[in-house]
């Protein structure tokens, strides 16, 4: 009997696709667990030790949150504190920070923001993508937000926007009155501002200030 060829064997296929199966099983079960410690929320202490987290403890909103970049990666990171910084003029305990961020998504569902913007990586390109919406520098103390809405911080200033969208309209689409409460909006600024603190690899891309702004300008 001649010899068969290797690629007409159908045990070697056989053992070929227990091999790959068997592998590859192995690799998303590995894949799985290293996910879900890289989006695992850190806890206060993390922040207070300075242990970096892909995504902070919602008491994140305690601190400054700034962006830097880190010429290894080769794009922005977060840099998160030391400075701290009050959040609508105080200073936010464990289970206050983690009610009001809580407080702060559903109310982003509610109102579906998504609709139109962008929140890391999903959504609508209607509106300006609100991942690192916080970093802004429109917002900052000598930007045009804070003058136009008359408030002298960031957070205030962003919470009056989120409730009169339509009495500060800049030169780009107009957002409508979708009828945020104070409280809403003081949660939707908290959960914007922790979104701000995530470490999406650089994403979205043009955020930077040495770009210029968030609205990509
Ligand atoms: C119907 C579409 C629409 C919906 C829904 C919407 N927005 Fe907007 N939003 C806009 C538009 C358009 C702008 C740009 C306005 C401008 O620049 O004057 C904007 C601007 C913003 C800005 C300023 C962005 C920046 O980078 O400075 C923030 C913050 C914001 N929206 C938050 C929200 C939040 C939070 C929600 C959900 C509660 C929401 N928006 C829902 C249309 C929308």
Redesign the pocket.
Known sequence: MAKKSVWTDNRFWRRSATWVTGVASVLLIWLTFDTMEQISMGTDADLKNGVTKRVPAPTVINYKVDYVFDSKRGHEVPKIGPEKEKFFGKFWSEEEAAELLHKGKL??QA???M???TLLGNGAY???D?TK?WL?P??QENGP?QAMTGKSTKEEA?AE??QH?DQ???H?????D?G?TKQEAVA?VA??KHMASIDTNGFPRNFGRMQG???GK
């Not at 780009?172 to 409508?176: A, F, L, W």
Request: charged share 15%.
């Open positions: 109310a982003s109102k579906n923001c609709d139109c913007h209607y509106a300006p609100l919406a802004d429109a917002w937000m962003m926007f989120l969208p500060y309209p800049t780009e689409r107009m957002m409508p979708l945020i939707l959960f914007l702004a968030v609205h």
